[in-house]
């Protein structure tokens, strides 16, 4: 493609204005970051203008913008539209869920969610399962932001004339400045960076919404335009004897697949370590209350960024790449100046919610892996120190990830997130309002749940992709099909219930559970912290969740 320059101009720009938010958020509100607690979770100082940013920031990334109108264009509404249904179910799961772990963590200086289990079901081995699925399920999660970034360069024309690192370079730069800030400011710079970010992509869909539609004559002509492309393509079919590969509308051979998948990622979305992190960053439990009410502001937003693949079939793009489809829609359609805005709101919601998945990787395992198992005695100082170098690995593995095999295969295999992350609801999420599941039987059933989901996805596949190439098969019993997440998330409390029942026969093997009732509503200025006079983040409090 063509190298355009206006267009790189202007998100250059705009990346370095960025990327100077990011340095100087280490001088934040006088930061001292030599603790988990400042350096990984903000000092738990964020209020609610700041936790709606970074929240936002957090969960709407760039494969959101690229991703969901690649499939509507390549797939219909099926593929598409439900991650506007799972993002209107999300919110009333959080609103139930985080403040009560909100309230957990802040009474007991708890930084991760494995920390949460360790100390609920007395298990540093529940601790270590979830804080390996947790770091498992971000590590493509952090490598597709670079799919992101990569879609945007290659409309632009960057590298098109050349090959090997020469190619690569732009992509490495911005890694390498988005490693810089985040070693040296932490959540921090995610959150402050995340304010330019969100302004970016609202001006820049709601300008989508309203000026392509008057190019392409309104809103009417966009979708007969769909609906005749949806006929053709059903023809097609219907000649080669196949199942037609594009939906308008969700038929009602696909409601299950499609009530599932929006039930499951939904109830897989706040179980991602990162966006726990973001909830945990909180000065207040009814901050999280309150940005649980107006986050579903994003979830209209992200109606209009599905629309945007619609948009493209009206105005004619064709490419069989579909997380070009929304790039390429940008490059024809708006000035190239204006172009060069939308490419940047694509490459900096790439790097924002890379920050704070690194970070919350990094704090797994610092807290779960590198304290639990290697340095019991480590204090905050030096576990600051790992954390921030491990969030270095983290970045750049994914880089090496990205740059070392095919972007498809990165997309097939991200898939596997949903499914891995979600087999910790019943630890995490249960575990929030009951301890009645054994300890041993919550590590029983994510075994079963981790080989099922994963031998599943493995066997779905298309003539080009032969495996992992989805989420969607056939559920057992039923017959219909439906996301493979959900059964094996049905199959893994169906195990932890019958192997509980069992086990509870051995009382002595119950664990621990150093929480009591009150703790899961405490509120701000309530915190055992505070209590013990010891600053947050003290290597004081970590034994209690040994």
Known sequence: MKLDGTALAVTTILFVIVAGIGFAASRWRGAKLNTLDQWGLGGRSFGGFVTWFLLGGDLYTAYTFVAVPGAMYALGAVSGWFAVAYTILVWPIVFVLMPRLWSVAHRHGIVTPADFVTARYGSRGLGLVVAFTGILSLLPYIALQLVGIQSVLQVMGVGSNSSGIVKDLPLIIAFVVLAGYTYTAGLRSAALTAFVKDLLVYVTVLVAVIYIPIRLGGFTHIFSAVEAHARTLAAQAKAKHTAPSFALLPSSKSYWAFATLALGSAMALFMYPHSITGVLASKERETVRRNTVALPLYSLLLGFVALLGYMAIAAGIKTTNSRLVAPLLFRDLFPSWFAGVAFAAVAIGALVPASIMSIAAANLFTRNIYRDLIRPRANAEEEARVSKLVSLVVKFGALAFVLGINTQNAINLQLLGGIWILQTFPAVAVGLFTRWL????????????????????????????????????????????????LTALVINLVVAVVLTALLRLAPSSVGVDITTKADYFVQAGDSLLDELELPKGSDEVGPALG
């Open 438 to 485: 054994h300890r041993w039987a919550l590590i029983a059933g994510w075994l079963v749940g981790m080989v099922y989901g994963s031998y599943e996805a493995y066997g779905v596949k298309t003539a080009a992709v032969p495996h992992f190439a989805g989420s969607i098969a056939k559920i057992p019993l039923i017959g219909q099909s439906g996301y493979i997440a």
